[in-house]
């Protein structure tokens, strides 16, 4: 079965806690000090059931601009979203940050709830759904629903509870077969029981008796009991809120943030290797070396920003950049994070972990900003480190390229997939893009269009049989002029002619279909003349381009045809229109 989280968001007092007790029947502030005031100051937890049969855990979270910190650990593990906005009030600053927030954390699904909406006229709840929409633009939220609710009353809570369904299923699910592993954002203690922590579970499954490390420390523990939901079970799966009771260590060797792991599974750091983004609005930019805040799953640490290819990274731009944390961490490669300044507190970006044990370094060389590339790309850490080393994989490239432009001298170069799969080296594409850039950046190779490679300087060159091939193609097609060209016509000269054809495919000779051809420059003409009748018409038919091209109504279907396929014009009933 699928388990999933859902989360609130949104600015403080606009309605997430009493929408959670409209969903679940229970309120989720626990504390005397929230009771007390109204308002959540830590995390709140509890479920909710589907239709569908799936029991979601539900994290509700403060919206105080204090509180930021809580509500980033109770984040992390959200997989569907509901930003609350009041109808009375619309976006607020702090409903702006936690945007900013959850555009980092890789939320799967959001959904948009407008609350107190007995309080607020028509009027007024169309100007902040405008308004919302506009805020929202280029987020996660872009093209959230949004609901209006009234959640003392229950108006439209059974049309939000039809979209959570919807947006619940399109959850996809997580890996339950991965190496477990839990951010604690919960710890205290139980008379009877001892040590008792919480957390979502990120992937995997943990079961009663199993052993388990906190990292960063490395302290080891046992899990004496698991629950679900206040039901005691006997192994949890990824996607579940859990409380787990540990035995063999004390709440005092425990924090927030901290990692359940297996043993072995996760290596503790304090440089990490990142893709970096700045959020568009921003004040000013991120400064090299300058001290910022950094939440990662449910920890909160202090680091400094080593940027590695610049001094300032701008507001609503993206670096790659080294985090060097006054504190080591256990983190894994793709973990999503936020950072915000050290002071003023305010979010600033966020961004990805690219290599969680990075080596210390500042600059990088050209072949290690390819390595942090093919990082973002999926490529393995550790293969790529020892793809960097590699001598003789570099002399069997070079000899396939050198062996491929004696045989295709008439070619650019080779497709780079065709080279992977000769070297035969099991490398992933992410790690072998990694091993052309470091020889591209040694002047040993040449990549063109990002798929084509060669040897460093080769020009495509023509024997003196093959450029009278070339000559009369080119002539032919110049003479037929907008009429299309058989290809059968074109390579009646042997197979000379079939070779420096495929070379002039997609430079002097565009391929109409399988079997004709036209020369560029007629085909760029063909579509100046059907894009100028269609402008002044509306539409065009076949017998209208016939007559347009003088040319037959065969080859007037073939060049419609191959203008439909290039998503230049499209077909309605018997005409063509502007794409």
Request: charged share 25%.
């Amino acid at each position: 079965m699928k388990h999933i989280i859902i989360g609130t968001a949104g600015h403080i007092d606009h309605g997430k806690t009493t929408l959670v007790k409209a969903l679940t029947g229970r309120s989720t502030d626990r504390l005397q000090e929230e009771i007390k005031r109204g308002i959540s100051i830590d995390l709140g937890f509890t479920y909710f059931d589907l239709q569908s049969g799936i029991r979601a855990g539900v994290v509700d979270v403060p919206g105080h601009e204090r509180f930021i910190k809580n509500m980033l650990a109770g984040a992390c593990g959200i997989d569907l979203v509901l930003l609350t906005v009041a109808a009375n009030e619309g976006i607020k600053p702090q409903t702006i940050e936690h945007i900013d927030i959850l555009s980092y954390l890789n939320i799967k699904k959001s959904l948009i709830v407008l609350t107190k909406a007995s309080i607020a006229d028509e009027i007024l709840i169309e100007i902040i759904t405008d308004d919302i929409r506009e805020k929202t633009a280029g987020t996660c939220f872009e093209n959230a629903e949004i609901i209006t609710v009234d959640s003392l009353s229950g108006h439209g809570i059974p049309e939000l509870i039809k979209y959570i369904e919807k947006a619940a299923a399109e959850v996809p699910p997580r890996n339950i077969t991965a190496t477990p592993r839990l951010s604690i954002d919960r710890i205290f203690s139980l008379k009877g029981f001892g040590t008792v922590v919480t957390g979502t579970l990120a992937e995997g499954r943990l079961s009663s008796d199993d052993d388990i490390c906190v990292y960063p420390a490395g302290v080891k523990a046992k899990i004496r009991g698991i629950q679900v939901h206040d039901e005691q079970v006997d192994t949890a799966y990824a996607g579940q809120r859990i409380a787990i009771n540990l035995s063999n260590i004390k709440t005092g060797e425990l924090r927030r943030g901290h990692v359940l792991a297996r043993t072995g599974a996760l290596k503790s750091s304090r440089f990490l290797d990142v893709k970096l983004n700045i959020v568009g609005h921003a004040q000013r930019g991120l400064r090299f070396w300058e001290r910022v805040r950094l939440y990662l799953g449910a920890a909160q640490l202090l680091a400094r920003v080593v940027l590695v290819d610049t001094d300032v990274l701008e507001a609503g731009n993206s670096a790659y950049a080294q985090l060097r944390l006054e504190e080591t961490i256990a983190v894994a490669k793709g973990d999503p994070f936020v950072i915000r300044r050290y002071s003023p507190m305010e979010t600033i970006g966020g961004g990805v972990v690219l290599d969680p044990c990075a080596p210390k370094h500042a600059k990088l060389s050209s072949d290690q900003l390819a390595m942090l590339s093919a990082m973002e790309l999926g490529g393995d850490t550790e293969t790529l480190r020892k793809e960097q080393e590699t001598d003789e994989l570099r002399e069997r490239t070079l000899a396939l390229l050198e062996t491929y432009h004696s045989k295709h001298n008439m070619s650019m170069g080779v497709n780079k997939e065709e080279i992977r799969s000769k070297l035969n080296t099991g490398y992933k594409k992410a790690e072998f893009e990694v091993f052309l850039k470091a020889m591209e950046a040694e002047k040993l190779i040449e990549i063109h269009g990002g798929n084509i490679l060669s040897l460093h300087g080769y020009k495509a060159s023509f024997t003196p049989q093959q450029l009278e091939a070339k000559e009369t193609i080119e002539g032919k097609l110049l003479e037929s002029g907008l009429m299309p060209t058989p290809i059968a016509d074109l390579i009646s000269g042997g197979t000379q002619y079939t070779e420096v054809l495929n070379v002039l495919m997609g430079k002097s000779v565009v391929l109409l279909d399988s079997l004709t051809v036209l020369h560029t420059d007629f085909y760029e003409n063909a579509k100046a003349r059907a894009a100028d009748f269609i402008s002044k018409n509306g539409s065009i038919t076949v017998s209208q381009f016939r007559d347009i091209m003088k040319s037959n109504r065969k080859y007037a279907m073939i060049m419609l045809d191959n203008f439909d396929s290039q998503k230049f014009t499209k077909r309605l009933g018997d005409v063509r229109v502007l794409c």
